[in-house]
Protein backbone atom coordinates (compact mmCIF):
# COMPACT_ATOMS: atom_id res chain seq x y z
CA UNK A 1 0.00 0.00 0.00
CA UNK A 2 1.04 3.20 -0.93
CA UNK A 3 2.31 6.01 1.77
CA UNK A 4 1.76 9.38 1.77
CA UNK A 5 3.37 12.60 3.74
CA UNK A 6 3.21 16.39 3.46
CA UNK A 7 4.26 19.19 5.75
CA UNK A 8 4.42 22.87 6.15
CA UNK A 9 6.06 24.64 9.18
CA UNK A 10 9.36 26.01 9.55
CA UNK A 11 11.39 23.29 9.50
CA UNK A 12 13.31 21.29 5.93
CA UNK A 13 10.17 19.65 4.53
CA UNK A 14 12.91 17.52 2.95
CA UNK A 15 13.63 16.30 5.77
CA UNK A 16 10.65 15.83 7.53
CA UNK A 17 8.79 14.38 4.76
CA UNK A 18 11.68 11.63 3.48
CA UNK A 19 11.91 10.72 7.45
CA UNK A 20 7.87 10.01 7.33
CA UNK A 21 8.28 8.01 4.47
CA UNK A 22 10.77 5.95 6.09
CA UNK A 23 7.82 5.45 8.61
CA UNK A 24 6.05 4.20 5.88
CA UNK A 25 8.38 1.77 4.56
CA UNK A 26 6.52 -1.21 6.19
CA UNK A 27 3.44 -0.35 4.28
CA UNK A 28 5.49 -2.14 1.02
CA UNK A 29 6.62 0.52 -2.46
CA UNK A 30 8.59 0.47 -5.49
CA UNK A 31 9.22 3.83 -5.41
CA UNK A 32 9.54 6.78 -4.18
CA UNK A 33 9.81 10.69 -4.17
CA UNK A 34 9.68 14.27 -3.21
CA UNK A 35 8.33 17.57 -4.22
CA UNK A 36 8.73 21.03 -1.89
CA UNK A 37 7.87 24.60 -3.20
CA UNK A 38 10.54 27.37 -3.03
CA UNK A 39 11.50 30.33 -5.25
CA UNK A 40 8.09 30.20 -6.52
CA UNK A 41 8.71 26.80 -8.20
CA UNK A 42 8.28 23.34 -7.78
CA UNK A 43 11.33 21.50 -7.33
CA UNK A 44 10.84 17.35 -7.55
CA UNK A 45 13.12 14.28 -7.03
CA UNK A 46 11.72 10.31 -7.72
CA UNK A 47 13.54 7.57 -7.94
CA UNK A 48 12.48 3.86 -8.91
CA UNK A 49 13.13 1.36 -6.09
CA UNK A 50 14.20 2.14 -2.43
CA UNK A 51 14.32 5.63 -0.27
CA UNK A 52 18.01 4.97 -0.33
CA UNK A 53 17.76 5.54 -3.89
CA UNK A 54 16.02 8.68 -3.55
CA UNK A 55 18.56 9.87 -1.38
CA UNK A 56 21.32 9.53 -3.83
CA UNK A 57 19.10 11.72 -5.97
CA UNK A 58 18.89 14.05 -3.16
CA UNK A 59 22.55 13.94 -2.33
CA UNK A 60 23.91 14.04 -5.54
CA UNK A 61 21.39 17.38 -6.22
CA UNK A 62 19.90 18.61 -3.03
CA UNK A 63 16.59 20.56 -3.32
CA UNK A 64 16.57 23.87 -1.99
CA UNK A 65 15.46 24.78 1.79
CA UNK A 66 11.45 25.16 2.27
CA UNK A 67 9.09 24.43 4.52
CA UNK A 68 6.28 23.16 1.85
CA UNK A 69 6.65 19.89 0.42
CA UNK A 70 5.10 16.15 -0.19
CA UNK A 71 6.57 13.05 -0.76
CA UNK A 72 5.07 9.66 -1.82
CA UNK A 73 5.61 5.57 -1.60
CA UNK A 74 4.43 4.04 -4.39
CA UNK A 75 3.04 0.68 -4.94
CA UNK A 76 2.70 -0.27 -8.85
CA UNK A 77 -0.51 -0.59 -10.00
CA UNK A 78 -1.12 1.70 -13.57
CA UNK A 79 2.35 1.61 -15.28
CA UNK A 80 5.02 0.25 -14.25
CA UNK A 81 7.81 0.71 -11.02
CA UNK A 82 9.99 3.29 -12.67
CA UNK A 83 11.42 6.73 -12.30
CA UNK A 84 8.65 8.28 -14.54
CA UNK A 85 5.64 6.46 -13.02
CA UNK A 86 6.38 7.69 -9.63
CA UNK A 87 5.23 9.74 -7.84
CA UNK A 88 4.62 13.25 -7.37
CA UNK A 89 3.50 14.02 -10.56
CA UNK A 90 3.15 17.97 -11.83
CA UNK A 91 0.26 19.43 -13.35
CA UNK A 92 1.65 20.48 -17.55
CA UNK A 93 2.44 23.96 -16.67
CA UNK A 94 4.63 22.80 -13.59
CA UNK A 95 2.42 24.79 -11.48
CA UNK A 96 1.17 21.92 -9.16
CA UNK A 97 2.83 18.72 -7.79
CA UNK A 98 0.40 16.01 -6.69
CA UNK A 99 0.58 12.88 -5.08
CA UNK A 100 -2.46 10.08 -4.36
CA UNK A 101 -3.09 6.54 -2.95
CA UNK A 102 -6.19 4.53 -4.39
CA UNK A 103 -7.61 3.90 -7.64
CA UNK A 104 -8.95 6.30 -10.36
CA UNK A 105 -11.94 3.89 -12.01
CA UNK A 106 -12.75 6.62 -14.51
CA UNK A 107 -9.31 7.51 -15.27
CA UNK A 108 -9.08 6.26 -19.23
CA UNK A 109 -12.81 8.47 -19.86
CA UNK A 110 -10.53 11.38 -18.08
CA UNK A 111 -7.50 11.01 -19.94
CA UNK A 112 -9.61 10.93 -23.49
CA UNK A 113 -10.80 14.17 -22.33
CA UNK A 114 -7.18 15.71 -21.77
CA UNK A 115 -6.27 14.55 -25.77
CA UNK A 116 -8.90 16.80 -26.85
CA UNK A 117 -7.64 19.65 -24.50
CA UNK A 118 -4.06 18.65 -25.85
CA UNK A 119 -2.46 17.52 -23.22
CA UNK A 120 -0.19 14.11 -23.23
CA UNK A 121 0.30 12.58 -20.38
CA UNK A 122 4.03 11.30 -19.64
CA UNK A 123 3.71 8.74 -17.58
CA UNK A 124 1.19 5.50 -17.21
CA UNK A 125 -0.48 6.54 -13.76
CA UNK A 126 -3.89 7.72 -13.19
CA UNK A 127 -2.33 9.82 -10.99
CA UNK A 128 -0.94 12.39 -13.47
CA UNK A 129 -4.46 12.24 -15.15
CA UNK A 130 -5.61 13.45 -11.83
CA UNK A 131 -2.92 16.48 -11.92
CA UNK A 132 -3.54 17.69 -15.11
CA UNK A 133 -7.09 18.32 -14.53
CA UNK A 134 -6.03 20.27 -10.91
CA UNK A 135 -3.69 22.18 -13.50
CA UNK A 136 -6.41 23.06 -16.12
CA UNK A 137 -9.00 24.25 -13.04
CA UNK A 138 -5.97 26.45 -11.51
CA UNK A 139 -5.82 27.85 -15.10
CA UNK A 140 -9.14 28.93 -14.66
CA UNK A 141 -8.35 31.62 -11.34
CA UNK A 142 -9.31 29.03 -8.66
CA UNK A 143 -7.45 28.03 -5.82
CA UNK A 144 -6.05 24.94 -5.03
CA UNK A 145 -8.33 23.79 -2.47
CA UNK A 146 -11.46 24.83 -5.19
CA UNK A 147 -9.83 23.24 -7.66
CA UNK A 148 -9.36 19.64 -5.53
CA UNK A 149 -13.36 20.20 -4.74
CA UNK A 150 -13.92 20.23 -8.58
CA UNK A 151 -12.18 17.69 -10.02
CA UNK A 152 -12.67 15.13 -6.92
CA UNK A 153 -16.50 15.55 -7.58
CA UNK A 154 -15.46 13.94 -10.89
CA UNK A 155 -13.38 11.49 -9.82
CA UNK A 156 -14.94 7.91 -9.13
CA UNK A 157 -13.67 5.73 -7.02
CA UNK A 158 -11.30 5.47 -3.32
CA UNK A 159 -8.59 7.55 -3.52
CA UNK A 160 -6.48 10.34 -1.18
CA UNK A 161 -5.14 13.20 -3.02
CA UNK A 162 -2.38 15.39 -1.64
CA UNK A 163 -1.17 18.54 -3.40
CA UNK A 164 0.89 21.93 -3.64
CA UNK A 165 0.83 24.74 -5.42
CA UNK A 166 3.85 27.10 -6.59
CA UNK A 167 2.23 30.44 -5.83
CA UNK A 168 1.03 29.82 -2.48
CA UNK A 169 3.91 28.63 -0.26
CA UNK A 170 1.70 28.35 3.07
CA UNK A 171 -0.37 25.63 2.63
CA UNK A 172 -0.69 21.67 1.54
CA UNK A 173 -4.59 20.55 0.42
CA UNK A 174 -5.66 17.13 0.79
CA UNK A 175 -8.72 15.37 0.28
CA UNK A 176 -9.96 11.54 0.55
CA UNK A 177 -12.32 9.32 0.01
CA UNK A 178 -12.75 5.70 1.23
CA UNK A 179 -8.70 5.81 1.34
CA UNK A 180 -7.15 6.86 5.39
CA UNK A 181 -5.69 10.25 5.43
CA UNK A 182 -4.54 11.85 8.69
CA UNK A 183 -3.82 15.41 10.09
CA UNK A 184 -0.88 16.10 12.36
CA UNK A 185 -1.20 19.43 14.24
CA UNK A 186 1.66 20.32 15.59
CA UNK A 187 3.10 23.76 17.20
CA UNK A 188 3.34 26.20 14.19
CA UNK A 189 3.67 23.17 11.28
CA UNK A 190 1.05 20.77 10.25
CA UNK A 191 1.17 17.34 8.47
CA UNK A 192 -0.24 15.20 6.49
CA UNK A 193 -0.06 11.59 6.00
CA UNK A 194 -1.79 8.15 5.28
CA UNK A 195 -0.72 6.65 8.99
CA UNK A 196 0.12 8.66 12.11
CA UNK A 197 3.36 6.76 12.29
CA UNK A 198 4.61 9.39 9.37
CA UNK A 199 4.99 12.31 12.17
CA UNK A 200 4.23 10.31 15.30
CA UNK A 201 7.83 11.86 16.46
CA UNK A 202 6.73 15.52 15.73
CA UNK A 203 2.85 15.78 17.10
CA UNK A 204 1.01 13.04 18.64
CA UNK A 205 -2.64 15.57 18.02
CA UNK A 206 -3.93 14.06 15.26
CA UNK A 207 -7.10 14.11 13.17
CA UNK A 208 -8.73 11.41 11.20
CA UNK A 209 -10.83 13.01 8.37
CA UNK A 210 -14.24 11.89 8.09
Not at 95 to 106: D, K, P, Q, T
Amino acid sequence: MCGIVGYVGPQAAVDVVVEGLRRLEYRGYDSAGVAIVADSAIHLAKKAGKISNLDKVLAEDPLPRSGLGLGHTRWATHGGPNDVNAHPHLSADSRMALVHNGIIENYLTLRAELDVAGITPTSETDTEIVAHLLGLELATGRSLAEAMRTVCTRLHGAFTLVAVDRTDPNHVVAARRNSPLVVGVGKGENFVASDVAAFIEHTREAIELG
